[in-house]
């Protein structure tokens, strides 16, 4: 989108309309605004624009490329390209902002990077920037997350990192994000957090986004070198939702491109069952930021579930929060089941293994090529799947290769 | 003018508790509320437990969880201090995080607090600016003063702000970590009230966290007009119950 658009949202305190904010006790009030004035001082300064760029492309292999999937294509209609954040260093869109969150944190004289993970790819991402500018780095995970993913765990310590188990409520992603906040509270002089997506209180959201707008910027253009046009629809799996808004930043202004964010469906649309924060969530504060979220019967933060660890929050990106009133953004909702077939169909019909929160996002774009045949569709595989082998065989079989 | 204003007129030394509602039974609210009164408590702070705070220390969050177990909510709270002004008259005050209230609806919950006889609110993680833009006057119509925190952190400029838009008193918590009582003050402390103390604000200032005995509270109360005690109290209440808050009191005032 233009610039304007950038300059506008969010606001200088943080909001998107009435969206994000920094809802946030006054311990956290004078270290977010260190941050924030960090943010737009030293990020912005040639010197820090170089550095990152030069880390993007000698450290992490960008730009990533842009793929046509000719045999998906060819299955299912439409012409279905992914942007391949699965071949991002350590294979996700999280390095992006890690990168520079981190190296933010070494201009602010931080010793030790503070932060939750999902399904481990924050984590893996942030322990790695760590490695890469000397930097202490603890990580906070749900015990469920932990036996779930753990190739993640053990690429964290061997990392260096300091894998912090979290034991209360449903023992996820929020519960994480609580303790990696606490933790963060006992030391906000010498640590920073690093969330792991646009969420959180005012700068994160606004942060995360422009370090993630690299995505959007180079498969534009890519899009447009290979294709001479811009893709139809560009779809884009949706947690907190980072990649999608790293994406999705770049087509925001394009009235021929369509939008559309994905969200897990879980195992059914009953409370409980599915994290799908946008769809049927209402209003309310998580985490210091105001959003779209799942709540219990009392109004708190409710139970969230998906196949997807990455996934499974109750709130969700106030950016997107704004995106889904003024109906920038389509968002949709897939289940468990269909983002497993498209784990398989993607697996066998390209050689891609995708991350189960990326299969989401290849299981919407093979119902989108379905209902139109004649369209481009822009997929960004958010990350690989090599963290879910195990727990997707384990829990979902093996199917016979195809006949 | 409300019972803030006029407790913080007539007395110094202000001795305020702080504890969660709903902890550690369901149903002790009323009667905690009662015996600080009847042992010359001044002030209360009557907490809304939440599942996902971003500042409380362990004890606190503790007692949180146990009384969200217990069945705790913010209408069960309202129902429970119904009648509370038939037998309580010092200053009660709500404290709990915005997103409780927000989900209830800002102008009912400030309106239910009138209806009780509430007189204030602290609601740490509501922002200066997201208040004065969108329920200040709420705030105002139903007589219910806003009350603010600073920290060692926040700057003279943000002080002199939260001077200028309070009316009742400033929060002035002790250190830049979480809750949880210590053993006592240090000089960082000691620099930091006379800071304040210097700043002749129009507002009186109470300080919290971290006053645990008498001699953190008579510390803290030398400069301050008075003193909140949380964490301590909670821990007092986990290990000996409801039966004898008269001991705790007097242990502070003696
Ligand atoms: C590969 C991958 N994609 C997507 C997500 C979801 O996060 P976001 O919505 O911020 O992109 C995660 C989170 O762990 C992830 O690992």
Redesign the pocket.
């Given at each position: 989108m233009s610039e304007n658009y950038f300059k506008t949202y969010p606001d200088k305190n943080g909001f998107f309309k009435e969206y994000g904010g920094a809802f946030i006790p006054p311990v956290l009030e004078a270290e977010m605004k260190k941050i924030t004035d960090a943010y737009y001082s030293i990020s912005k300064s040639h010197n820090f624009i170089s550095e990152l760029r030069s880390i993007r492309k000698h450290y992490q292999g960008r730009p990533t490329p842009v793929y046509y999937c000719n045999r998906l294509s060819e299955k299912y209609g439409g012409r279905i390209y992914l942007k391949r954040?699965?071949l991002n260093h350590t294979?996700?869109?999280?390095l992006n902002h890690c990168m520079g969150e981190a190296l933010l944190a070494k201009h602010l004289g931080k010793k030790k990077l503070i932060a939750e993970?999902?399904?481990?790819?924050?984590g893996v991402a942030l322990a790695t920037a760590a490695a890469y500018f000397g930097l202490e780095c603890e990580i906070h995970m749900g015990e469920v997350d932990i036996a779930k993913e753990h190739p993640n765990v053990v690429r964290m310590k061997i990392l260096g990192a300091k894998v912090v188990p979290v034991s209360h409520g449903l023992k996820t992603l929020k519960e994480a994000v609580d303790s990696a906040f606490e933790a963060y509270l006992k030391d906000p002089i010498t640590t920073i957090y690093c969330i792991?997506?646009?969420?959180g209180p005012h700068p994160f959201p606004m942060m995360v986004r422009d370090f993630q707008r690299v995505v959007g910027i180079e498969a534009k253009e890519q899009f447009f070198e290979m294709t001479g046009e811009l893709p139809d629809k560009v779809v884009?799996?949706?947690?907190?939702?980072?990649?999608?808004m790293?994406i999705f930043s770049s087509f925001l202004d394009e009235p021929e491109c369509t939008l559309y964010g994905v969200e897990p469906g879980g195992r059914s649309m009953e409370y409980g069952e599915h994290a799908a924060t946008m769809t049927l969530g209402t209003p309310g504060v998580i985490h210091g930021f105001k959003c779209y979220m799942l709540k219990d019967e009392k109004g708190e933060p409710g139970a969230v579930h998906s196949v997807?660890?990455?996934?499974d929050y109750p709130g969700v990106?106030p950016e997107h929060s704004m995106l889904k009133d003024l109906k920038k953004v389509n968002y949709e909702v897939v289940s468990d089941q269909e983002t497993i077939d498209a784990f398989y169909e993607l697996s066998r019909l390209e050689g891609i293994i995708p991350?189960l929160?990326?299969a989401h996002a290849v299981a919407y774009a093979i119902k989108l090529a379905q209902q139109n045949p004649q369209s481009s569709i822009l997929v960004n595989l958010?990350?690989?799947g090599d963290k879910d082998i195990d727990y997707v065989v384990d829990t979902f079989g093996l199917p016979d290769v195809e006949k | 003018m409300n019972r803030i204003h006029q407790k913080l007129q007539a007395d110094n030394k202000i001795l305020s508790i702080y504890f969660t509602a709903g902890y550690p039974s369901l149903n002790d609210t009323v009667k905690i509320i009662q015996d600080l009164e009847k042992n010359g408590v001044d002030m209360i702070e009557i907490g809304l437990p939440f599942s996902d705070p971003l500042a409380d220390g362990p004890t606190i969050q503790a007692s949180s969880t146990q009384a969200l177990k217990n069945g705790m909510t913010t209408s069960l709270l309202f129902q429970q201090l119904k009648d509370i002004r038939e037998s309580v008259s010092i200053p009660l005050i709500l404290m709990g995080y915005f997103n409780p209230v927000l989900q209830y609806g800002v102008e009912d919950f400030c309106r239910k607090c009138q209806e009780i006889g509430i007189d204030g609110l602290i609601l740490p993680d509501l922002p200066l600016d997201v208040y004065q833009e969108n329920y200040e006057a709420i705030f105002n119509k139903y007589g219910l003063v806003n009350v603010f925190l600073i920290t060692p952190q926040t700057s003279d400029d943000r002080i002199d702000q939260i001077d200028a838009a309070s009316d009742g008193f400033i929060y002035m918590v002790s250190s830049a970590s979480v809750t949880g009582s210590q053993d006592g003050f240090g000089n960082n402390q000691e620099t930091y009230f006379q800071r304040i103390a210097d700043m002749k604000l129009k507002n009186p200032q109470v300080v919290g966290f971290g006053i645990s005995n008498s001699e953190t509270f008579q510390q803290a109360t030398k400069q301050a007009k008075g003193a909140i005690i949380g964490s301590a109290f909670i821990k007092f209440l986990t290990q000996n119950g409801v039966d004898k808050i008269g001991d705790f009191v007097k242990g502070i005032r003696k």
């Open positions: 954040e699965d294979g996700a869109h999280k993970t999902g399904a481990g790819q924050h792991g997506s646009v969420v884009a799996c949706v947690g907190g939702g980072s990649n999608a790293g997807a660890s990455g996934l990106g991350a929160e990326s958010s990350g690989r | -």
